[in-house]
């Protein structure tokens, strides 16, 4: 299959670190260059999945300005502003903005002491954040329980006001997911991203685009859309290996970066799982198969 016209293919930049675990701005810097390199025109800063919660507030805004501004990063930039404070998420909406980011991708608080976790609470929550951001807007589906997410019935509104710019889904149900608010919602932006694994299927379902790792997002496009079959199986072998070591996701990404000369240091801010040598040796045995 060909890459359809209005689908979006969109690479999450991840941060790195020194050995004393500071930010090193430089190399997180050479990541958009890179992707710009070799064709990404959409790129997402500090989601979910990644290492946001190991960010301070300002750190995340320092990230933000670098990506638009020390990067010249010139394409759709989205940018994740999840915080576990109502007002922090607020802050970084204002610096989002203030970087000309196309969206900010909001998920439910992560922990939230003294209250009864569930729809009730997270639906006020949003509420109170949507009245304060000044800009489109994607919710971002963690895989919370069902009844710890936000009904479809409330983003009615949201919608129709053009408030919410569209939903990121993931994990293993993603597809009826797709489905489900492509039937209720047919003018939304939907982005799918169970990191790459299922693009053609999100297609079909009515996705968007795909939110997927920035190590590979060319072979992946290569690979699914334009039908280079040689990397196939093994891109297809590598997928399934980032989704059982779910965990290590940001290191193997950061780790293929490495090898790709784009960064030199791969580790993430502890506490965090990292690779072991054993993933690190199946990590240097696909990148020689790809051939990079």
């Given amino acids: 299959m060909s890459l359809p016209g209005n689908f979006d293919i969109m690479a999450a930049c991840p941060t790195v670190f020194n050995n004393d675990q500071t930010i090193n701005y430089e190399e997180t810097a050479q990541i958009p260059r890179f992707l710009e390199r070799i064709g990404i025109h959409s790129i997402a800063v500090l989601l979910f999945g990644g290492e946001y919660y190991r960010l301070s507030l300002s750190e995340k805004g320092e990230i933000i300005d670098l990506i638009r501004h020390s990067s010249n990063w010139k394409g759709k930039l989205i940018v994740g502003i999840n915080d576990n404070s109502l007002n922090a998420m607020i802050e970084l909406s204002r ?33 109170k954040l949507l009245e304060k951001v000044d800009q489109p807007v994607i919710f971002q589906d963690t895989e919370l329980p069902e009844d710890h997410l936000p009904s479809l019935k409330f983003w009615k509104n949201y919608v129709q006001s053009n408030v919410l710019y569209g939903f990121k889904i993931e994990g293993r149900n993603s597809l009826k997911k797709i489905r489900t608010i492509r039937k209720t919602y047919q003018d939304a932006k939907i982005y799918g991203g169970y ?78 799982p990292h690779l072991s040598w054993r993933l690190i040796d199946e990590l240097d045995r696909f990148y020689l198969e790809f051939g990079l």
């Fill in 95 to 127: 610096l989002a903005k203030k970087s000309d980011a196309d969206a900010v991708v909001v998920s439910p608080p992560a922990y939230v002491p003294f209250y009864r976790y569930g729809r009730k609470f997270v639906e006020s929550f949003l509420r």
């Fill in 195 to 272: 990191l790459g694994i299922n693009i053609p299927k999100e297609i079909k379902a009515g996705s968007n685009g795909s939110i997927i790792g920035s190590a590979i997002p060319d072979i992946v496009i290569k690979s699914m859309f334009y039908q280079n079959f040689s990397m196939w199986d093994t891109l297809t072998r590598f997928l399934k290996f980032e989704v059982h070591h779910m965990s290590e996701f940001v290191e193997i990404e950061k780790y293929l970066l490495m090898k790709r000369g784009v960064i030199t240091r791969y580790t993430s801010r502890d506490p965090s």
